[in-house]
């Protein structure tokens, strides 16, 4: 079993629209949970990070973490064009020097 | 901007050579990671290191071998490069501090012919 899974999509949304990603952990003893954008052949760049059950506002992004269902999700509100990439999501081990990421989800908005 | 510089960005070399991929940080990070990236696979850590001469193993680190002699400078080596390895490798830093994640550099494409 993968440390982290995510649905590779790919995911395609309206301009305008809400992009649901999704991702699940498989060790409960994980500390934080990271979400990243990746275009294409670029290096993968922080969008946000959470480590408490519950929501986390910035701008138009969103992430939701639930430790009891081992499950993180990142929503894009008013989605854009500009925001055409794969999503990676991360998880930061429980000895907090590792991190591991899902294979990522690529995501279209259609204009 | 990370202050992570990779280098090289690009190279092309045959089966069998050995490969040296660098990695320069300017922030004085303790722990420095080395990622590749594969199609399907996504980024599976190969060796990381959490200190001057101090190193751990990744996932997938057979054929590989790295050495941290300073702290701003990690190195990424292929005794003898075979096709399989043909990817895009990512260095990475960290704080090692909770709630601190990791920064990419810009990568480096490896090809094996």
């Known amino acids: 079993q993968k440390e982290v899974e995510q649905n590779s999509g790919p995911l395609s949304v309206p301009e305008g629209a809400i992009a649901s990603l999704n991702c699940t952990y498989s060790?409960?003893?994980?500390?934080?949970f990271f979400w990243y954008r990746q275009y294409s052949g670029k290096s993968p760049e922080l969008i946000m990070f959470?480590?408490?059950?519950g929501d986390k506002e910035d701008g138009r992004f969103t992430a939701q973490l639930n430790k009891a269902s081992q499950y993180v999700s990142l929503l894009i509100r008013d989605s854009q064009p500009s925001d055409s990439a794969t999503y990676l999501c991360?998880?930061?081990?429980?000895?907090?020097?590792?991190?591991?990421f899902g294979t990522g989800t690529s995501l279209t908005v259609i204009p | 901007d990370a202050g992570i510089t990779q280098s090289p960005r690009h190279k092309v070399t045959e089966t069998g050579t050995p490969v040296t991929l660098r990695c320069h940080q300017t922030?004085?990070?303790?722990?420095m990671y080395w990622y590749r990236q594969d199609p399907g696979h996504g980024l599976r850590l190969i060796h990381y290191?959490?200190?001057?001469?101090?190193?751990d193993k990744g996932e997938v680190s057979d054929g590989y071998s790295v050495s941290r002699s300073k702290t701003e400078d990690f190195l990424l080596t292929l005794e003898s490069a075979t096709s399989s390895q043909t990817s895009v490798y990512f260095c990475?830093?960290?704080?090692?501090?909770?709630?601190?994640?990791?920064?990419f550099g810009e990568g480096s494409w490896l090809t094996v012919v």
């Open positions: 990475a830093i960290s704080s090692g501090s909770f709630g601190n994640t990791i920064y």
């Open positions: 060790d409960r003893g994980s500390q934080s």
């Open positions: 959470i480590y408490s059950n």
């Open positions: 991360a998880v930061r081990g429980p000895t907090g020097n590792q991190f591991y």
């Open positions: 922030e004085n990070h303790r722990y």
């Open positions: 290191s959490y200190g001057v001469k101090d190193t």
